[in-house]
């Protein structure tokens, strides 16, 4: 078989289970583990964190658990580990490892990667575009954290000088997995193909469990959810991996889990633009090979761009949210009276006080379908909590509102049950902007402790886009069709990409997806989440083939009222999106679901 590389996903965001990394370690027979911390809202946080504590800036979550609790059996078990972990702070978080080592009685060879964090130079990018759709930078002084997203090379440099753990600030997530894998078989930084593969495999395990039964289309095909194994790559030098988990733990590995991962937060898969190389996974191919054994093979790649993204989040104001229970007939509508009443006394108290109207509302009767616009199947329900969103660029008008919330308590509608808690706090709108910059001017760091240095990029000569995949056929039009649920044909993810956001459709069947293709077309798409356009100023979805998965992915953009923390939406992520398209009717012929149903 040759050389395996078995690398281990203990951890796919800041919030991830505790459970993750012991199950690894006992049961995984690792080389690698690798844990993903950095979501941009993320460095928003941790720089908020850093303005008030100038210790802190980093993933204190992993220093005070993960690697507290873990740290005996990785040197035990002779495990390396990646994590970006390092936040904003990556000489902070070392610290705090080392010192929690030595109390360990033990000690490590731990190398930080900086150089990202592009803070100080946050006026030097005022007259910058956007690269999305050239919008101007924000005003500097407005700049929470301003980060470049390095790659692979780094971490690779790190592990071959000696390095046992690597703690880097931002990189980009796959990156934690193709560094390991480029020290480990020694691809040249020209082999794009395995390049590409081997970054596939680090977004296969980015986001921990969810390539092994989480959030999975057939939730209830996926036992144990409390002891979900969390996902294992055994990696071979020609780029291929087998997904698979831990014996003992519950969850699912299958093509479709992992499928469902590969689409996951991708606009065009055959444009997937890394540091290291710009990814084609439109014929990647998914193949059962065991039990919870998944082989992963077609990636393809070419040159990158000779750029690094920057992602720099900046502060646009305050938000609040707040929750209120409405019981009994009618809910829907007295919760929406009742918000509305709420709203209009509020702006009438800021005119008041000199204080313009609130920027943005939104009211959401949770329990009534709110959040599926014209989908909506009833607003017909006796309980909704409901949730007021509002903005204002002064915190002080937030103040306003925090004080009159709880009025309608006893003053409004019949089968209010009072608020959650205390009353709600105010929050600053968080924004994204991201913009290219030439990587030769942004040198990452890569420390040792005894030793420093800057890796030198490789030089990169850009190739073009392909031309893209044609669209499959279209089936003729059948007597018997039938309406069917898309959930009947095809499983689906979705995800967010800053105010964007992604749904793969994966076909159950090949037969299945010439009939998904027909009906699901940009149009139809853009009418079904008409609802989620709204307020936007350049709408638009485009669809891309996905052979080799028997699927398609849609790249909604400007669908998501800013995303993340700029929008007063509930599903801020798009957690849900590809839930709800899966209940669009799909016109089937009869025979066909005849053909390939259960006995």
């Known amino acids: 078989m040759g050389k395996i590389v078995r690398v281990g996903g203990a951890g796919g965001f800041l919030g991830d289970s505790q459970i993750a990394a012991p199950q690894l370690l006992a049961g995984g027979g690792l080389d690698y583990m690798v844990l993903d911390y950095l979501a941009e809202v993320t460095m928003s946080l941790l720089a908020r964190s850093q303005a008030k504590y100038p210790e802190r800036g980093y993933a204190r979550d992993f220093t005070d658990w993960v690697w507290k609790d873990n740290m005996r059996a990785l040197k ?130 980015e986001c921990g469990a969810q390539a092994t039964g989480g959030l999975f289309t057939d939730w209830e095909a996926v036992p144990d959810w409390a002891h979900i194994g969390y996902p294992i790559a055994e990696c071979a030098a020609d780029g291929s991996f087998v997904v698979t988990k831990a014996p003992g733990t519950g969850g699912l590995c299958s093509p479709a889990t992992v499928a469902e991962q590969i689409l996951y937060e991708v606009g065009d898969p055959q444009s997937y633009a890394l540091p290291d190389v710009t990814c084609d996974f439109s014929d990647v191919r998914v193949e059962a090979v065991g039990e919870h054994r998944v082989k992963v093979t077609g990636a393809r790649g070419r040159a990158p761009s000779g750029a690094y993204k920057v992602c720099l989040t900046f502060q646009d104001g305050w938000r609040i949210l707040a929750f209120m229970p409405i019981l009994g007939r009618d809910a829907v509508r ?95 709108v968080v924004r994204i902007f991201s913009f290219l910059i030439d990587r030769l001017s942004v040198p990452a760091r890569v420390d040792l402790g005894d030793r420093s240095w800057s890796p030198q990029p490789p030089a990169v000569a850009p190739e073009p886009t392909p031309a893209p995949v044609p669209a499959g056929p279209i089936p003729a039009s059948a007597d018997d069709a039938i309406p069917t649920p898309l959930f009947s044909l095809a499983w689906a993810r979705s995800g967010d990409k800053g105010d964007a956001f992604n749904i793969g459709v994966i076909a159950r069947r090949p037969e299945f997806l010439p009939y998904i293709r027909a009906a699901l077309t940009e149009e139809a798409v853009m009418a079904f989440f008409a609802h989620e356009f709204e307020g936007a100023a350049a ?61």
């Not at 060879?109 to 990018?125: K, N, S, W, Y």
């Not at 407005?142 to 600030?169: C, D, K, M, R």
């Not at 959040?371 to 199947?377: I, M, P, S």
């Not at 089968?415 to 105010?426: D, E, H, K, N």
Request: hydrophobic share 45%; proline share 6%; glycine share 10%.
């Open 76 to 205: 035990a078990g002779g495990v390396k580990l990646v994590t970006n972990a390092g936040g904003l702070n990556p000489a902070a978080c070392r610290a705090r490892m080392e010192e929690l080592a030595a109390e360990a009685g033990l000690s490590f060879r731990i190398a930080i990667v900086d150089g990202d964090d592009l803070r100080p130079r946050a006026a030097e990018f005022a007259q910058t575009h956007g690269m999305f759709d050239g919008e101007a930078a924000p005003p500097a002084a407005q700049t929470l954290s301003a980060n470049a997203y390095f790659g692979a090379q780094p971490i690779a440099e790190a592990l071959a000088a000696g390095a046992e753990v690597v703690i880097t600030g931002r990189v980009v997530d796959s990156a934690l997995v193709l560094g390991p894998l480029v020290h480990e078989f020694g691809w040249a930084w020209d082999d794009y193909d395995r390049l590409s593969a081997g970054s596939l495999c680090g977004h296969v395990l």
């Open 334 to 428: 007295k919760a929406e009276r009742q918000a509305a009443a709420v709203i209009e006394r509020v702006e009438e108290l800021l005119r008041a006080r000199n204080l313009g109207p609130f920027r943005a509302t939104r009211v959401e009767p949770l329990g009534g379908e709110t959040t599926y616009g014209a989908q909506a199947r009833t607003r017909d329900t006796r309980e909704v909590v409901c949730k007021i969103g509002v903005e204002h660029q002064d915190r002080a008008a937030l103040d306003v509102f925090m004080r009159e919330i709880e009025s309608p308590s006893t003053s409004m509608s019949v089968g209010t049950a009072g608020w959650f808690g205390s009353r709600p706090s105010a929050a600053p």
């Open 539 to 599: 709408p638009r979805i485009r669809r891309y083939e996905v052979p080799g998965l028997n699927a398609l992915n849609f790249h909604l953009l400007h669908a998501l009222g800013g995303g993340q923390m700029a929008t007063l939406r509930l599903d801020a992520l798009a957690k849900g999106k590809a839930q709800q398209l899966l209940d669009m009717d799909i016109p089937t012929p009869a025979s066909l679901l005849a053909a390939f149903s259960a006995p």
